[in-house]
């Protein structure tokens, strides 16, 4: 089964960027579609971006306009480009890959904590 890990998290103070990288054990065309999650403590999980293999995008409202998901499928990475932060971003972000409505995977998490 294919494994995905992100990396790019870290402290950043309000306004400032980071970037999220998600790399696949393997071929991240496996997955119909993969998107990025997060969960800020005692929230749910929520979903911030998604991309389909066809590179369609979705994106929660709240990150419109300040977020970016893209792949690299020669790299066998997505990623999620985050300006603009703000201390409400902050939260452990997943990655997660679908290969089939009921057979998913996720990531283990970064965390992604912004200042004020």
């Known amino acids: 089964q294919v494994q995905l890990v992100e990396s790019g998290g870290g402290l950043v103070q309000a306004g400032g960027s980071l970037k999220l990288s998600c790399a696949a054990s393997?071929?991240?065309?496996?997955?119909?579609?993969m998107g990025w999650y997060r969960q800020a403590p005692g929230k749910q999980r929520e979903l911030v971006a998604a991309?389909?293999?066809?590179?369609?995008?979705n994106y929660a409202e709240s990150v419109k306009g300040r977020f970016t998901i893209s792949r690299d499928n020669a790299k066998n990475t997505v990623y999620l480009q985050m300006n603009s932060l703000k201390p409400e971003d902050t939260a452990v972000y997943y990655c997660?890959?679908?290969?089939?409505?009921?057979?998913?995977?996720w990531g283990q998490g970064t965390l992604v904590t912004v200042s004020s």
């Open positions: 997660k890959g679908d290969i089939s409505l009921t057979l998913v995977t």
């Open positions: 393997g071929d991240i065309l496996t997955f119909n579609a």
């Open positions: 991309i389909t293999r066809g590179r369609m995008t």
